[in-house]
C-alpha cells in the first residue's frame, strides 16, 4: 500500500506542475504589444510595452524559479530525502517534539537558502529594472533574519503545542489544536499589526489635515467608527501601492501606505478606504475567519485519522510513524482538496470584492474609486488582461476591467 501511496504522491507533484505551466501559458497568450482598445485611456503605449515587458519577464522567471522548486521537491520524494533528515534529527534526539522542531527547521532554512539568490535577483535585478525597488541589502539580509526568527519562534511555538497536545490526547488531539490554532488565528488578526508589521515597517497615525478629516467624515457617514488610521512606510522596500484593513471592535485599523497618498488625490484615497470598510460592513472579514477556522478544522480531523498510518511514514522511507513525516505526507496528498477549496475561496472573494465595490461607489463616489484603481493598476504594472481561465483558479479579484464595467452601473447619468 505504501508503494501506491509514494506514486500518488509523486503523481500529485506533476501535475500540479504541469497543470500550473499550463495556466502560465495560457497567459502569456493574451500578451501583446499593441495596446487593446479596451485599456486606451487606461495605459498610454510607452507604459504599456513597459508592463508587457515587466510580465514577461516576471513570467520568464517563474518558469525558472518554479522548474527549480519542482525538481529539488521531486527529488527530495524519489531519493527519499525527507528521511534522510528524520535519521539525522533522530540521531541528536530521542524528544519527539524537539525531533520535529529540528527537521523542519533543518528543511526550511536549507531551503530559503538555496532560493535566496533567486530573491535577489527578483529584488535587485527585475524589480530595480523597472523602478519599484527601494530595499537595500541591508534591509534585505535584516528582513530575512527576522523572518527566520519570527518562524522559529511563531512556528515552531505553535508546532510544539500541536505535538504535545497529541502526546497527551491523541486521536482526540485534533479538537484541542484546533481550539489554539482559532485562538491563535483570531489574537493575530486582531494585533499583527501591532505585533509583527512594526518589526518590519514603522507605522505613524495619519496626520491631521485635509485627508484625515475626509476618511473620518466618511466613516461617520456610513456609521464606521474608525479612531486608527495610520501610514505605513512602504518605500522603504518599493514604490508599489497598497492599502488593508485589519483588526476587530477597538483594535480595527486602516493602513495606508505612503507611496498610495504620494500618487492619489483626497477623494481617490477615501474611496480605497471606502472600499476596504465596504468589506467590514458586509462582513467579508467574519466570514473569511469563519472559512478559515472552520477549513482548519476539516484538516486537523482529517490528519488525526491518518497520523499514525505506517503506509504514509513508509511512502517516504520511514518506517516507524511519527508526526513530523506523517505531516510532509498528508500535506502533498491533501493538496488537491485544497486546491478545490481555493477555487471556491477565489470565487467567494471575488464577489466579496464586487460587494465592496459597489460599497464604495453607491455611499460614496465611483468614478473616484475607479480611477483609483486605473492609478494603481499602472503604477504596479499589474496584468490587465489576464487568460480568463487562470483568473478562475487564482485571482482573488476580479480583473480590473470587470471591476471598471461594474463601477459605471452606478455613475450618475
Do not use: C
Request: charged fraction near 20%; glycine fraction near 6%.
Amino acid at each position: 500500500m505504501h508503494e501506491i501511496l509514494f506514486w500518488i504522491i509523486i503523481g500529485i507533484i506533476i501535475v500540479d506542475f504541469i497543470f500550473e505551466k499550463y495556466l502560465d501559458y495560457l497567459n502569456t497568450k493574451t500578451m501583446s504589444e499593441v495596446l487593446p482598445d479596451e485599456l486606451k485611456g487606461i495605459y498610454d503605449e510607452e507604459k504599456y510595452r513597459k508592463q508587457q515587458a515587466y510580465q514577461r519577464e516576471n513570467q520568464r522567471f517563474g518558469l525558472l524559479t518554479s522548474s527549480f522548486s519542482f525538481a529539488l521537491t521531486l527529488a527530495m520524494f524519489l531519493f527519499f530525502g525527507f528521511a534522510f533528515v528524520d535519521n539525522l534529527v533522530w540521531g541528536f534526539t530521542e524528544n519527539a517534539i524537539v525531533a520535529a522542531l529540528f527537521f523542519f527547521g533543518l528543511i526550511m532554512f536549507a531551503s530559503d537558502l538555496i532560493n535566496m539568490p533567486f530573491s535577489i535577483y527578483d529584488t535587485f535585478v527585475i524589480e530595480e529594472k523597472y523602478g519599484f525597488n527601494k530595499t537595500t541589502p541591508k534591509t534585505f539580509a535584516f528582513d530575512s533574519i527576522k523572518g527566520w526568527l519570527l518562524g522559529a519562534v511563531i512556528g515552531g511555538g505553535l508546532l510544539a503545542l500541536v505535538i504535545f497536545i497529541y502526546q497527551k490526547t491523541q486521536n482526540m488531539f485534533w479538537i484541542y489544536a484546533w481550539i489554539l490554532i482559532s485562538v491563535f488565528t483570531i489574537f493575530m488578526a486582531m494585533f499583527y499589526s501591532n505585533l509583527i508589521v512594526p518589526l518590519f515597517n514603522r507605522q505613524t497615525p495619519l496626520e491631521e489635515g485635509e485627508l484625515r478629516d475626509a476618511i473620518k467624515n466618511f466613516a461617520d457617514k456610513v456609521g464606521f467608527k474608525l479612531d486608527n488610521i495610520f501610514v505605513i512606510n512602504g518605500s522603504k522596500r518599493s514604490t508599489k501601492a497598497n492599502a488593508y484593513f485589519t483588526g476587530f471592535g477597538a483594535k480595527k485599523r486602516i493602513v495606508l501606505y505612503d507611496t498610495l497618498i504620494n500618487d492619489m488625490e483626497t477623494d481617490e484615497l477615501v474611496a480605497v478606504l471606502a472600499h476596504e470598510i465596504g468589506h467590514y460592513k458586509k462582513k467579508h472579514v467574519i466570514q473569511g475567519l469563519l472559512i478559515s477556522l472552520v477549513q482548519t478544522g476539516i484538516v486537523l480531523f482529517i490528519f488525526s485519522l491518518l497520523i499514525n498510518n505506517a503506509n504514509l511514514s513508509k511512502a517516504l522511507g520511514v518506517d516507524v510513524p511519527n508526526f513530523h513525516i506523517g505531516l510532509v505526507a498528508f500535506g502533498i496528498l491533501y493538496s488537491p482538496v485544497s486546491f478545490v477549496i481555493g477555487i471556491f475561496m477565489n470565487l467567494i472573494s471575488r464577489k466579496n470584492e464586487f460587494q465592496a465595490d459597489e460599497f464604495a461607489a453607491v455611499n460614496f463616489k465611483p468614478e473616484a474609486l475607479a480611477m483609483a484603481l486605473k492609478k494603481l493598476s499602472v503604477k504596479n504594472l499589474s496584468n490587465l488582461t489576464p487568460h480568463k481561465t487562470y483568473v478562475f483558479f487564482h485571482y482573488s479579484h476580479p480583473t480590473l476591467l470587470q471591476r471598471l464595467a461594474h463601477l459605471k452601473k452606478f455613475e450618475k447619468k
